[in-house]
């Protein structure tokens, strides 16, 4: 009789920590989920063309990327076929302009949609620009975001990923699936996020709530 009650003690430690070890997993998989919408990037150069000489961009709100954030300030841009207005800026200014569009959008502005990581733009369509103190043409930067997930350096150990790298996730729910080609962003001024723009979005039914795994 002792002998069991031994082994049974033994076999419920086990299932404890196979259990344990189960749910760690299950959170250490999970990632956060961020869904973007048209916006742009704009250069101090091009925000003065915009709206004039030293203009500085007003805070609306804070983005889940540390120091990112919405402005208040929109612009209107113009392509060979049609226009979009009311493209949100986002700051703070960087060292060059970027567009990033859907690429339902493409087709309305009669540009090509170049599927490009952040700060890629060599080769990829210019767009006119329209603010309420003037016009900007840039010959490239127009681009539609290639899905990535945002992540420090030690959430990537962690995940078992590296800067640069190329993986496949899952998506939960009823609409769920697989994304493949997701880059992985890795420095230690992210914050871990999955991004995706709203037609991706929409096509899986993601939300902040879906869960994300990395399955490589």
Do not use: W
């Not at 082994?7 to 070890?21: D, F, G, P, Y």
């Not at 302009?97 to 540009?111: M, N, Y």
């Not at 840039?138 to 590296?162: P, S, Y």
């Not at 871990?192 to 037609?199: A, G, K, P, Q, W």
């Amino acid at each position: 009789m002792e002998n069991q009650e031994a082994i049974l003690k033994l076999l419920l430690e086990a299932l404890e920590v196979n259990t344990s070890s189960a749910v760690k997993t299950e959170e250490t998989y999970e990632i956060p989920v961020g869904v973007s919408n048209r916006h742009i990037h704009l250069s101090q150069a091009d925000m003065n063309c915009l709206f004039g000489e030293g203009y500085q961009m007003a805070k609306m709100k804070d983005l889940s990327q540390p120091g990112q954030y919405a402005c208040k300030e929109t612009v209107t841009i113009c392509g060979p076929k049609g226009a979009i207005e009311k493209v949100r800026v986002l700051g703070p200014v960087r060292s060059y302009t970027q567009v990033e569009v859907l690429v339902g959008d493409c087709f309305k502005l009669g540009v090509a949609p170049e599927i490009r990581l952040s700060g890629d733009l060599h080769g990829t369509p210019g767009i006119t620009l329209v603010g309420p103190k003037g016009s900007v043409q840039i010959t490239e930067g127009v681009v539609v975001a290639q899905r990535h997930i945002h992540m420090n350096c030690q959430d990537a150990k962690r995940l078992g990923v590296e800067d640069g790298e190329v993986v496949t996730v899952e998506i939960s729910g009823l609409r769920g699936g697989t994304y493949s080609n997701v880059a992985i962003r890795a420095n230690d001024a992210s914050a871990l996020e999955f991004h995706v723009d709203t037609e991706e979005a929409n096509a899986m039914h993601i939300h902040s709530s879906s869960k994300i795994k990395i399955l490589k």
